[in-house]
């Protein structure tokens, strides 16, 4: 499965932008599909992630303003992301992983990224 990520682009501080992560195979085997992001000259992050099962978590410095969500049957997972702030700058990234990811972050399938950028 490969997976491509788009809906990137450039917002002012309070905007919304919804990114789609499209699947050229079944997700519906995958465990945990979620988004990372890396902001400039810092660590990869863990951003949200949603189980096959429907679970959900968030890190919290994006709680309360994404949502992420996921149509097995179009093979795709979305980030909703609303009152974006100039800190959600960074480049964003789908993953998918296996039940351990819940927890360690660590995926086994990475979506090229998109360029997310908030202006102030």
């Known amino acids: 499965v490969q997976l491509q990520a788009s809906g990137g682009g450039l917002v002012q501080a309070g905007g919304s932008l919804t990114l789609s992560c499209a699947a050229s195979g079944t997700i519906f085997s995958i465990s945990v599909m979620g988004w990372s992001r890396q902001a400039p000259g810092k660590r990869r992050e863990f951003v949200a992630h949603?189980?096959?099962?429907?679970?959900?978590k968030y890190a919290d410095s994006v709680k309360g303003r994404f949502t992420i969500s996921r149509d097995n049957a179009k093979n795709t997972v979305y980030l909703q992301m609303d009152s974006l702030k100039p800190e959600d700058t960074a480049v964003y990234y789908c993953v998918g992983g296996d039940g351990s990811s819940w927890d360690r972050h660590e995926y086994y399938i990475w979506g090229q990224g998109t360029l997310v950028t908030v202006s102030s």
């Open positions: 949603i189980t096959s099962g429907g679970s959900i």
